[in-house]
């Protein structure tokens, strides 16, 4: 009476386990399916200055090393400038020069950081993170012609001085999408899903429901 059940536990405890396997292959199916329908989230425009495809305004300016700076017009290099606004009590921002850093190097492209505040909080910034040769720019009227209200936030210019794509950048993934959003031609990766979207819908007469 025993072994039989014995045997008859350890049958139930197989189909449990068994059971268990299956579920978790079919939430592991379901958490697949999420994340190839889930859209990339890119860079949310929130400002009222220039906008994409406008000529930025042109600057020039003096960084903090005493060299001085052209921000907007025809680049000599043929490079496309990212313009990244930041502050030095902004912790994301703090978090994100490495990551821009990285991101230059790798895409071939200027960065220029353009921050505001009161001059101890930039001494103790730059202390605290070297720039390895990123130009920073301390100028509150670059940010207000840009109309910049919130930061990090992110301007592509290309080569001929044309603004190209812009938006909130608090990761890698919003930075590298102001690049993509360039290349696709469109203001910013939801303006292209939304048209793609868009696009996708069929034309015509809709089906009818079915009768219940």
Request: with cysteine; net charge neutral.
């Amino acid at each position: 009476m025993i072994n039989e059940l014995l045997v008859a536990s350890s049958i139930l405890q197989w189909i449990a386990l068994c059971a268990g396997g299956v579920v978790l292959l079919g939430i592991a199916r379901q958490v697949g399916l999420l994340h190839e329908r889930s859209a990339p989230l890119g860079a949310m425009i929130t400002d009222h200055g220039p906008g994409i495809g406008d000529k930025a305004p042109t600057f020039s300016i003096i960084d903090v090393k005493g060299q001085k700076r052209q921000i907007g017009g025809e680049n000599a290099a043929g490079n496309e400038t990212m313009l990244l606004f930041t502050s030095p009590t902004c912790p994301v921002c703090e978090k994100l020069l490495p990551i821009v850093k990285s991101v230059a190097r790798a895409e071939g492209i200027s960065v220029m950081l353009i921050s505001d505040g009161a001059e101890e909080e930039h001494k103790a910034f730059l202390a605290k993170h070297p720039l390895d040769g990123l130009p920073y720019v301390i100028s509150a009227e670059i940010g207000m012609r840009f109309q910049v209200g919130k930061v990090p936030y992110g301007v592509l210019i290309d080569s001929a001085g044309v603004i190209k794509a812009k938006g909130l950048c608090n990761t890698r993934e919003h930075i590298e999408s102001l690049l993509e959003a360039s290349r696709i031609g469109h203001a910013s990766l939801q303006e292209y899903l939304a048209k793609t979207n868009g696009s996708a819908q069929p034309t015509g007469h809709s089906t009818p429901p079915l009768a219940m």
